[in-house]
């Protein structure tokens, strides 16, 4: 089989289901595992490079008020590949191309290849896709044990922070404007033994004033920009030291949303075990390899 991956999600199932060697192109933001970048990319980002974490969301708001797409897919090289199987999502338009556009480009093609659409909106949606995508690239049985191995990951997180008190968690996902975490992010801060005080399980990520997010009594902060590094968030929180100082959290971290949280696949749960260490660090241990940092309110000083 011949699979295109147009989500970096999904990559990183396919690679996990041992299905490496016959996924033939990627999204050029497949960086995980690291063999995925050197695959054929089908796609680039209309949103310029460089730009602020402000203006983004501003070039976003303008795309898509415009009734236009924040991604383009190269169907030229799409054809050329041949492929059998197309694998995207529809869950967040300004995380991959257009649902519609990969249904349109498929129909074009002369190997006329199925698509199948990955579109979580909590937890046990993203694991619940390791099966259907098992199921429709040959791997039923792999699928199994991979959904299985992570569940057994998630009940051991369960298991070590049964009986603890519950901090209260805000999840900023995005800085400027701020953003809180949404979809699978809340019932990772549960498992993790916290208490998401702003974001809803299986709700959109959305818009927040700073006044109303202090209003909530954070005791922790995790900043976890949407698709950015450990470094790229610290730096944010950097920029917005006097807004985040304000929300008066007594604990205040950065991670590697790109890594394990903003993307719907297996990662998630290398997330869901450092939160847990972020929120009880003598029952969980820190995953290996996997990027944090905790600011001190002095550096700003």
Known sequence: MRIASLVPSATEMLFALGLGDQVVAVTHECDY???????????????????????????????????????????????????????????????AVSYDDVIAVADRLPTRPRVISLDPSNLADVLADIPRLGAATGVPDEATALRDDLERRLGAVRRAVAGTGRPRVLALEWLDPPFIGGHWVPEMIEIAG???????????????????????????????????????????????????????????????????????????????ELLAHLLHPGRVDAPEGVPFERVEERSWA
């Open 33 to 95: 595992p690291p063999e995925a970048a050197s695959k054929r990319h089908l796609t680039r980002s209309l949103v310029p490079e460089g730009l602020s974490a402000g203006e983004i969301d501003a070039e976003v708001r303008r795309l898509t008020g415009e009734g236009r797409h924040l991604y383009e897919l190269d169907e030229a090289t799409l054809a050329e590949l041949d492929v059998d199987l197309i694998v995207t999502q529809a869950v967040c338009e300004v995380c």
């Open 194 to 272: 916290g208490k998401d005080v702003l974001g809803v399980a299986g709700a959109k990520s959305r818009t927040a004033e700073w006044e109303e997010m202090a209003s909530s009594n954070p005791e922790v902060v995790v900043a976890m920009p949407c698709g950015w590094d450990a470094v790229r968030a610290r730096s944010e929180v950097d920029d917005h030291a006097a807004e985040v100082a304000a929300l008066g959290a007594e604990r205040i971290w950065t991670v590697d949303a790109a890594a394990s949280f903003s993307r719907p696949g297996p990662r998630l749960v290398e997330g869901t």
